[in-house]
């Protein structure tokens, strides 16, 4: 098991899509929350995370994404999610994040999908 | 196998120190072959309740947090005890999650994931320790090796 969060990312025309692998736990997910937020600071208002290669979250982890959501929803933006493995929803239903984030089955359908749903 | 298997580690309340507390559950776990995920959920389970440990029991950087794993046949236990503020996990409040994104607080998810992923958590303060055990069993079809489809 990856004990490290991979961070990277690929802009797919303005759309910045945000890679994270591995493990997103205390310690590793003030990685991605410093990434989210320089996308959001330096202006983009659409984000994409690609989750296909996390294995793990908690609370931590859903508590970054959650903000990126915040920040962004507060200046008309959104943050999309895609590709959760079985275990990683689990998390997100009974966090009830299902409820709050755009989630996507790949990043084909996140980059085509409309950006508010 | 008769009886159980017990494992015990005691680590410095820091963040540093996560990954061996959770390395040391789930490495148990694994040799005695419980389903993956059983092994996400311990892990999970493990994580939350020692991060709050480490961010909120002590003084930062200082204090000790124990966990005492136990495996049986139908079973895995692990207590978790600190010598920090006494703190019942269980006393908090469940969260809303019915509000939409403005409204949803940042954080408060740890212990209602805890208490939905264990099938039990129990929770003492005594001789000026928090004792915090969570188990999950073993279900009924759950195999070695079985693939963690949902």
Known sequence: ??????????RRGDVPVVFLKGRMDA????????????LIDGGDRQLVVDLSGLEYISSAGLRVLLSGLKRLK????????????????KVFDIAGFNRLFPIYRNLDEALGADAAR | MTGGVTRRLTVPATLGHLEALTGMVTGLLKEHGFPEKTIFEMDLAVDEACTNIIR??????????????????????????????PFDPLAVEPPDLSGGV??????????HLIRNLMDTVTYEYTGGKNILCMTRFRKPGEQSGESDHL
Do not use: F, W
Not at chain 1, 75 to 89: C, D, R
Not at chain 2, 102 to 111: A, H, M, S, Y
């Open chain 1, 1 to 10: 098991m990856s004990t490290i969060l991979q961070v990277a990312e690929e």
């Open chain 1, 27 to 38: 310690t590793t997910s003030p990685d991605a929350e410093a990434h989210i937020n320089r």
């Open chain 1, 74 to 89: 507060a200046s008309g933006g959104m943050l999309k999610l895609t590709a959760l493995a079985p275990e990683i929803q």
């Open chain 2, 56 to 85: 909120y029991a002590y003084t930062p950087g200082e204090g000790e947090v124990t966990l005492e794993c136990t495996v049986t046949p139908t079973s895995a236990t692990v207590c978790i005890i600190d010598s920090g503020h």
């Open chain 2, 102 to 111: 403005e409204d949803r607080p940042i954080g408060g998810l740890g212990v």
